[in-house]
């Protein structure tokens, strides 16, 4: 069993910056990738990106790409979402999530297994 635990999102305003933390608890958390998702207003959810277990490949949504870095911190079982250039369509609860499987990096929302609570980043334009 894994426990995913998100920092406090925040407030900010368009172009703005703002990076989310994820502390996990429990089961080995280096051995397997790590994922951030997000659910805007009205919207499913949307894959944003997702990091090889020891953090040295990286896949990117198209719509954060260029924009947000994912990192991790194993000797800190934490894993890190920097967001900069936030734009209002940013807004949305985001999610980090861990694989219980597997080495392969995935967008899918199936393929993990253990999930955060979420925390609420909003944009103002």
């Known amino acids: 069993q894994v426990q995913l635990v998100e920092s406090e999102g925040g407030v900010v305003q368009t172009g703005g910056s703002l990076r989310l933390s994820c502390v996990a608890s429990g089961r080995t958390f280096s051995n397997y990738p790590l994922g951030w998702f997000r659910q805007g207003p009205g919207k499913g959810r949307e894959f944003v990106a997702a990091?090889?277990?020891?953090?040295?490949?990286?896949s990117y949504g198209d719509s954060v790409k260029g924009r947000f870095t994912i990192s991790r911190d194993n000797a800190k079982s934490t894993v890190y979402l920097q967001m900069n250039s936030l734009e209002p369509e940013d807004t949305a609860v985001y999610y980090c999530?861990?694989?219980?499987?597997?080495?392969?990096?995935?967008?899918?929302?199936?393929?993990?297994?253990?999930w955060g609570q979420g925390t609420q980043v909003t944009v103002s334009s």
């Open positions: 990091i090889n277990w020891s953090g040295s490949s990286t």
């Open positions: 999530a861990a694989r219980s499987a597997g080495r392969v990096l995935s967008p899918l929302i199936s393929e993990y297994t253990y």
